[in-house]
């Protein structure tokens, strides 16, 4: 019978992803490990291959459409036995009603909270799923489950084929409280902020201080409506305290250039950038209970110093892990590091690429930021905000007036994760490192 060819999940959050291009056509025979498709998720552009070989018989989802569910159809694969005339019976997405997209990104919400379509209404509930029968649910409706205590066996789903959708969980908590839909939304607006409230309104109301002025209305891509929504969630969830030193960068500027001198050869060029990153590495493995991130209910401590730097790409940015730099060379991290810049902007970094890390950088020093403030981003336990290297004067350890390049370095911490005294020792081991680079090298 005919096969359903389902939106993948490329990566442990995605909910929902552009079907950016076909690679087949209808009538195609494809096999195991053909490419179908390419997917558009909020930070890369990946390939899907076939799991099954068949010949395409129907594309259900048009090229460029956004907002695909993952798990619902979007082609359908026949057998060789079979002919084009039997997709009808197919189930299609277009089959029943589609549920309300799910957002990729959802902020901790309470029950009374809980955005809802319009449209939705508590659903009758069956009875009781046989004990040990599978039940079918998106992540996030698992994750809404959770946190307002919905039994999923007891729901039945609006979803493609039964599957728990978001809607379904909002329904079944509304029940419950006894609010309905209507009031659910009204209270997000009030409550959740800018994550949670009706962009139409929000629009409308900020429209109207600038009626009679020229603008241009920009719609958010998905990437940045994941960065808005990822970042305000740190800034309202994760209690940022801020530590900050100077560094003097002179000894690491000319040690860098005889590096640079006797790595020419090798077409190898070091940046200060590289210098900071095994920095950070080093003075994780140095004090290793501040290579940790916040894991909800827990703290995770790593043994591996898997370092992820910020790099801007058109449209917002993204943070490419460099694993396991602790034990790289300089010259391997900096080919490394140049690698996943150059393939973070053509949007092709698989998601092991740019998820995960303790630990994050950020430099705007290229830019001439003398010093700024980073964001953690979450789960990270801190971010290191590098700025430029300046010539400033100083007074040596003699005690007299000098000129020196000074570099500004603040670290942004998680203090659920790193109390503040210890903050202030791994910052102080990245001063070290930094300003006794040929030590890095033993």
């Known amino acids: 019978m005919p096969i359903e060819i389902l939106m993948p999940a490329l990566s442990p959050t995605m909910e929902e992803g552009t079907l950016a291009k076909w690679l087949v056509k209808e009538g195609d025979t494809v096999a195991s490990g053909d490419l179908l498709a390419e997917i ?17 018989g129907k594309l259900l989802v048009a090229e460029g459409t956004e907002n695909v569910a993952v798990n619902s159809a979007i082609a359908v694969l026949l057998e060789d036995s079979e002919a084009a005339s039997e997709v009808a019976a197919a189930p299609s997405a277009s089959a029943s009603p589609a549920p309300a997209p799910e957002s990729a990104i959802s902020s901790p919400a309470k029950p009374a909270t809980l ?64 609010e309905s839909p209507a009031a659910s939304l009204a209270g997000a607006a009030s409550t959740s902020g ?24 920009i719609s958010l891509d998905r990437m940045r409506k994941t960065i808005a929504a990822r970042l305000t969630e740190a800034k309202q ?64 401590q790593f043994t591996p110093a898997d370092i992820a730097v910020a790099v801007a790409i058109d449209g917002g940015l993204i943070t490419p892990v460099l694993k396991d730099a602790d034990q790289k060379s300089l010259s391997v991290l900096s080919t490394e590091m140049k690698d996943l810049a150059t393939r973070a902007k053509g949007r092709k970094l698989a998601p092991d690429e740019y998820q995960g890390g303790s630990f994050a950088i950020s430099n705007l020093g290229m830019f001439g930021i003398d010093n700024f403030d980073a964001v953690i981003n979450p789960p990270h336990g801190a971010i290191l905000a590098v700025g430029a290297g300046k010539k400033k004067p100083v007074v040596t350890a003699s005690g007299e007036l000098g000129i020196a390049t000074v570099m500004s370095l603040t670290l942004s911490v998680d203090h659920r994760v790193i109390d503040g005294a210890l903050g202030a020792e791994l910052l102080n081991v990245i001063v070290k490192n930094l300003e006794n680079p040929m030590a890095m090298l033993a």
């Open 40 to 56: 558009e998720t909020d930070k890369a552009t990946m390939e899907f291959e076939a799991v099954d070989e068949g010949i395409i």
């Open 115 to 178: 955005a809802s379509s319009p449209a939705s209404a508590p659903r009758a509930a069956p009875e009781k799923a046989a004990e040990g029968a599978r039940v079918f649910a998106t992540p996030l409706a698992r994750k809404l489950a959770a946190q307002n205590d919905v039994d999923l066996s007891k729901l039945s789903g609006s979803g493609p084929r039964g599957r728990i959708v978001k809607a379904d969980i909002e329904a079944a908590a509304n029940a419950v409280s006894g």
């Open 194 to 217: 800018a994550a949670a409230a009706p962009q139409s309104a929000n629009f409308e109301t900020i429209a109207k201080l600038y009626a009679g002025r020229a603008y241009e209305e």
């Open 237 to 300: 969830t994760v209690p940022h305290f801020y530590l900050r030193r100077d560094v003097m960068l002179d000894n690491l500027l000319g040690f860098r250039g005889e590096m640079n001198a006797a790595l020419a050869e090798r077409d190898v060029k070091l940046s200060v950038n590289d210098f900071v990153i095994k920095a950070c590495a080093l003075a994780l493995t140095t004090v290793p209970t501040a290579n940790a991130i916040w894991a909800g209910d827990r703290i995770l």
